[in-house]
Each structure stands twice: as C-alpha cells, then as structure tokens.
C-alpha cells in the first residue's frame, strides 16, 4: 500500500496512516504498564499474551526509575473490546504488574517510535531519497557513496509511509523500537 | 532482630515460622542441605512421598482440607519438572500451595549441568509468581513473600527456586515480620454500588439462583456460613459447581445439587431460567456453562470474585463485584437486612413450584441391577454407610468423580477435594493421604476408577509408612469409562484404547504394598464389603467390580445449552453434532 493507492472510503485519512485497518470489532489500544524490575519480568508479561492467544503488535520495555527498580511496557495490541478489558485484567493482577493504563480511552497521548532505515542507491534515487527524508524530517546519521541511514522519529503510521516510500528507492533494512507512549497533560502515566 | 543462618537454615526457620507443621518432599542432589537441617529438628513433619507429583497432591489435599497453604520440597531437574502437573493443577482450582526446589549451584546455571532445569521458565505459567534466588540474603524476604503470594487474593500455587550454594551460604534471616513486604494486595472489600446493586437484585429478583463455587470455600469457614444465612433469609435455590460442594449443605431444603455438565437437572433448567443469578465465588467455567450463547438468556446477573480477570471472562455481567465472598456476603447481608430483609415472596412460590416439577423427574435414576455392581448404587451404600462420620472424600477423575459429586452428600466445606479444572487422573491417591495427615482421626475415603488409581499408586507405600488409614474406594470397570463415554456418544462406538487387556490383581497388590485388599463383585455382599473397610484400621484397597458400560447421566452435550440435557440412555443417539464435536 503507499499513499497513492489509498481505497475510496478508507479510515486512513492520509498519506500518514497506512496501517491495516483492523478486522470488525476489533480496536488496537495502547497500554502502558509499570512493573517492579525483576528478573523475568518481561517473559511473564509476553508468557501472558502467548499463552491466552492475546496480540502484541508492538512492545517496548525499559527501565525508567533506576532507584525504585521500575520498568515501564509500553504495549499496542487488537482485539474486540471484551478481550481487551480481559488482558488489562490479566495484567493487572500479576505480582510484578504496579500499575496498567489504557492509554488509547484514558484521554488523548502521544505516541512515538524511532526507525533506522538503510537505503542503498545512486543517482536520481539517492536524490529522491534524501529529498523525502528532509519532508519527513529524517535525519542522516551514517553516509556511503552508495547509502544512506535514515534517523526518524514519530507515529507509527509516519515510519510506515516513509519506509513505504524508500522500497522503490532501494530500502535494505529497517530497525524500529516499538512504540513509546505517555498521556498528554500534567498527570502522570 | 535479624540473625545469621545458612541458606539452608533460613529454610526450615522461615516454615517454622510460617506456622507449616508438614513438608511434602523427596530428596535429592540439589536439596541435601536443607534435607541436613531437617533431620535436626523435631517441629515440621516431612512425609516422603514416592514421586514428586504425589507430594503436590498431597499438599493440595493438605491445603483444601485445613485453609492452609501446603508445602513441597523437591529436587532440581527432574524433581521441578514432575511438580508440574500440581502446579498446574494447584493453579486451576485456586490451592495455596508453595514448592520449593533445589536448584544447581549459581555458577552452574545454565551449563547443562546434572539435573539442571530452567525451572522459573517451566513454571512460570503455572504458578501465580516464582522466585529463583541467588543470593542468600533474599531467601528469608523472598520465602516469606513466597506464603503471602499464595494466600493472598485469589490462591494459587508459587514456587521458590535455590540453587544449591545459596543453601550452604550463610546470609541475614528476617523474621516475616522483618521481611520486606511485597506490594502485592488484592481488594477484599467490594465497592459500595456493588453491594447495594446486589442487594436490589436481590429485592427484586422472581426467579433466581445462588450459583456458588469453590471461592466461598476458599475466602474461609465464615464464607460458607454466611452464604446460609443469606439463602435460608432470602429462601434462594442454591446450586454450586464441582469445586464448591459442601459450602451449602446437601441436607439443606434449598439445595439443588451440583450443576453443569453431569450437573442435577433441576440446577441447570433453573440455572437456563432464572432471572436473577447470583454467582458467588464460581467462574462461569465452560462445564458449567455449555453453549455461551444459550447460557441463561433471560436472567440479571451478579458476579462476586475476588480476581478481577475471572469477571467478564467468558460471561457478560451486570453487576461485577471485586471483592471477597465473605466480605461481600456480610455487606450485603447487613444491607438487605437494614432495608427491611425483602424479596419477592408472591413469585418465589411460583418459582419454587416449578423447581419442584424439575426434581420430580429423578435425573439420578438409574437401571439397578441384582447381578452386577452398578456404580451408582455403590456410591449410594458408600454415603448410606459412612453418613454422619467425619468424613472427607478425594476422588481421580472421570466417570467416578462426577458420579461421587453426584451420589454424596457434604454438609461442610473442606471435606471434597477433586481436580476439578484440569481433570488430573491421578489426583486422588496422594491427595487422600495429604488429607489424613491433616486429620489423622479422620474417615478419608478416595473414590477412584482403576485407571487413575494407577497413575499414582506407588503413593500407597508412603500411606502405609506413615500409618495414614486411607480407603480406596475403586469402581473397577475395567474401562477409562469417561473416554469410553464420549466414544460410544461420539466416535461410533470405537472404543479406542479406552479399556486396560491386563489389570493387576488389586488384593494382591494390596497385601505386596502391606494395605489391606478387598474385592467385591455382587450387590447382595457389598454392604458388608464396605464395612468391613470402614472398620479395619489402616490403608485398604476396595476393588469394586462394577457394570462396564455404565455412562453417566445426566449429560449437557458438548456445544448443547442447559435445557438440553441428556437424562438416559434412550436418548444419546446423535446428542452432539459436529460443532459440538470439537469440544473436550
């Protein structure tokens, strides 16, 4: 899919949201979960989506209070709502599990995610391709004669349309971190 | 004060101190120290088992019998991994239970070293948390945290894991008030709303029912107690699942006996036509529920659990109340009372009629015999003869132990121990033996079938070690009858490796393990078989020969809603179709 071929009626408003859209019933939501750093952590809460059948479409975990050994999950998953609610349930009652936020329904939040795409090309591509990364405000982190690193940060949906748009132009790799999220305003989570 | 221990002293203290009177365990390499500091104490009990499966079915039979959490101590490797079963089983019916295992020394792990298992990786899933422990200082904190965990909220299983030099280390011992306390505290008072939304249900409710289960056995003796003092106020049927039997008395006049698929007719028909369910401690498991989207389409319902993932799982309800049962039951009750104890006593004889037109039709009927033993009627003579003895009943799984919940009576909770969410043959064995220890006076009877006894037999040897009196009560049908149930309902009567060409000889087994063995094959000797079991003092083994193609009923098919019970054998002829099929 690219930006050019966008269906009739589509829910992707623009050239930004190119993500599938979901089957019926089903809503993707962001989760947020803090957890006391242990080890294991991280295999309980993945062992917890495996073994109900839950998807993960993106995870990202890091430590974020060093003193109080808290790490921080940052969960996109889909499902129907039901299920959903299941999974924060699930979360929430595990003994490691401080604290789950819904943060798609609790408000509005920001998400963002940062890529490393390689693109390997000369001539009229390399051009191109420079010239789209300075409209994405990507930034050149590592040049050859025949290749660039692209640094670029935002929603996902923007990572998507840029990576879309190098495949022609000679995209060899891409390193994404999963999203990161936090709410908008003063309070915390 | 803190003081300094070894590892392996931090161990026995930490029980000692937990108030654990009896170890379940099996020694082994990695687990030789804390053996060491055993054999120098006189205050906790350790019951060797004859496979480490058995001391986690002990300890559950321990722990449902008493409120107690049950204690095992294994070995590394293979030790964990045949921990397993009980864990998971121990998982499934909300036990409290903690396992700790031996594990290679630290700077073996992950070597392949002799008798290493990633056992924190194996048990992950089925424990409610588990530890391994690397440094000697975190034993006390982390085995103190280890019976918190299991206690705490919604029971369950939790496992510790010590690597064999943090148990010859020395480290600080903390006593469990010392220790850090682990920020682990599920919500056991429910909300106001809750309640009061409860209390006009119950105000309102024409038809309704008290479907019960195991979580009112689990919040403790006060649980059960109040929830007779809400159905003999209120004068509410009350049904319950396999867990919860005896949290209502089976003498009690409110009584409709067990639900579910082999569940008592006139429970499930007024389960499909209440209009007020009240379900309490129960987690609307797939056998009780049959087709979801014919469960009990017209009625309100509330949920009490104290898991908040149990709520809504599988069912939609209209009142969720997180909470404790007997925190919540006392809050309601106090409630509904001070608003003037109502309910809808116009329609409730209504309601009442119609359950009796339901029990009318006998569910439990069946075809009695004067040649042959059938199942039924042995369970029948068991319960008439062992009525009014304290008595507590374990069963394996399969055709006997949904004949047992149907044919016994339970008038108080923790006297029923079966597996009743992962369906563990083998339970029973070393589950009626972790009972009698508990209650060494005490008449414990596993009702088994053939093929499950033989999973766990080998437990015999440890009953006859320590004197525990258990009696096994076999239906010997030759057949793993459930499976050969569901092959004649389902599979064309292709009985597929569903009966046993050789058997061992029962009494003489009995008599080589040093149990007393008795056999019994005709009707007219089996009153005098069964006392004759119940007199002698010590281990039996009861090899009742029984009808071999005896299939329980009533029956919910696979895929089949409430009000589509099977009643007898006329009627199994295509009973479960193709999507039902699918279906376990």
């Known amino acids: ?189 | 004060m803190p003081r300094e221990m070894t590892g392996a002293q931090i161990v026995v203290q930490a029980l000692k101190d937990q108030g654990v009177d009896t170890v379940f365990g099996y020694p082994g390499g990695a687990v030789l120290p804390i053996y060491d500091e055993i054999f120098k104490q006189n205050d906790i009990k350790h019951i060797l088992v004859r496979h480490e499966q058995g001391a986690t079915h002990a300890a559950e039979g321990y722990a449902r019998s008493t409120g107690k959490p049950g204690v095992v101590l294994v070995t590394s490797g293979p030790g964990a991994t045949n921990a397993v079963t009980g864990l998971t089983d121990a998982l499934m019916d909300s036990i409290p239970m903690i396992v700790l295992t031996g594990q290679v020394p630290t700077f073996l792990i992950g070597s392949d070293g002799f008798q290493e298992a990633d056992t924190v990786g194996i048990t992950r899933p089925c424990t409610k948390h588990n530890w391994l422990v690397k440094e000697t200082d975190h034993l006390a904190d982390t085995l103190h945290q280890a019976f918190h965990v299991a206690m705490a909220g919604r029971p369950g299983p939790v496992l510790v894991d010590i690597p064999k030099d943090v148990q010859f280390a020395t480290g600080m011992y903390n006593s469990p008030e010392e220790a850090e306390e682990l920020p682990y505290n599920p919500r056991r008072e429910p909300e106001d709303d809750a309640v009061m939304a409860m209390v006009e249900m119950i105000e309102t409710a024409e038809r309704p029912i008290l479907y019960t289960g195991g979580g009112v056995i689990n919040s403790g003796d006060r649980a059960s107690a109040l929830l007779r003092e809400l159905a003999e106020e209120t004068g509410f049927p009350v049904t319950s699942t396999l867990m919860g039997l005896g949290c209502y008395p089976a003498s009690g006049k409110l009584w409709l006996g067990m639900l579910g698929m082999h569940g008592m007719y006139e429970a499930n028909m007024a389960m499909h036509g209440c209009d007020a369910m009240f379900c309490i401690g129960a987690r609307f498991d797939d056998r009780i529920t049959g087709r979801l989207d014919a469960f009990s389409p017209g009625s309100k319902k509330a949920h009490i659990d104290i898991d908040p993932s149990s709520i809504n799982k599988n069912v939609h309800v209209d009142v969720p109340i997180l909470g404790d049962v007997a925190e919540t039951l006392e809050r309601v009750l106090a409630k509904w009372r001070a608003r003037g104890a109502q309910t809808r006593r116009d329609r409730l004889a209504g309601w009442w009629t119609q359950i009796e037109a339901w029990k009318a039709i006998k569910c439990l009927t069946y075809k009695p015999s004067k040649s042959v033993i059938k199942p039924q009627y042995a369970l029948e003579r068991l319960e008439a003869l062992t009525r009014g003895r304290d008595r507590y009943i374990t069963t394996e799984v399969g055709q006997h132990q949904m004949w047992a919940a149907q044919f016994l009576r339970f008038d108080e909770p923790k006297r029923w121990m079966t597996s009743g969410g992962l369906g563990t043959m083998g339970y029973g064995v070393p589950a009626s033996i972790g009972v009698q220890i508990a209650h060494p006076e005490a008449l414990v009877i596993n009702v088994a079938g053939e093929a499950s006894f033989m999973m766990t037999m080998q437990e015999l040897s440890c009953a006859v070690q320590y004197m525990a009196p258990v009696k096994q009560f076999i239906l010997n049908n030759e057949r793993l009858g459930m499976v050969r149930q569901w092959q004649q309902l389902l599979h064309g009567e292709r009985y597929s490796h569903s009966y046993s060409e050789a058997l061992p000889d029962f009494v003489k087994m009995a008599e080589a393990f040093g149990c007393k063995g008795i056999r019994c094959t005709d009707p007219a000797d089996l009153d005098d078989a069964i006392q004759e079991m119940l007199d002698y003092d010590g281990p039996v083994i009861f090899d009742c020969l029984v009808e071999k193609h005896e299939n329980c009923f009533p029956m919910i098919p696979s895929g089949k809603a409430h009000n589509e019970m099977l009643l007898g054998e006329a009627s199994t002829e295509g009973a479960i179709d193709v999507s039902g099929s699918v279906l376990v």
């Open chain 1, 1 to 189: 899919m690219n930006a050019l071929n966008i269906p009739q009626g589509s829910t992707a408003h623009s050239a930004y949201s190119l993500r599938p859209t979901l089957p019926e019933g089903e809503e993707r939501r962001t989760l947020a979960v803090l957890v006391r750093n242990e080890a294991g952590v991280l295999a309980r809460v993945i062992g917890l989506f495996s073994g109900r059948g839950y998807n993960i479409e993106s995870l990202t975990v890091s430590e974020t209070d060093h003193a109080s050994r808290r790490s921080r999950i940052t969960v996109v998953t889909t499902g129907e709502p039901a299920i959903i609610e299941q999974i924060k349930a699930q979360l929430s009652r595990m003994v490691v599990v401080i604290d789950v936020h819904d943060l798609t329904m609790e408000g509005p939040s920001v998400e963002r995610e940062l890529a490393l795409i390689k693109v390997a090309c000369t001539g009229e591509a390399r051009v191109e391709a420079l010239r789209m990364s300075q409209v994405f405000r990507a930034s050149v982190v590592d040049t050859t004669l025949k290749s660039f690193v692209f640094e670029l940060t935002g929603a996902p949906d923007k990572i998507d349309a840029f990576v879309e748009l190098m495949a022609p132009l000679g995209l060899v790799d891409v390193s994404r971190t999963g999203v990161a999220a936090i709410k908008r305003g003063p309070d915390p989570m």
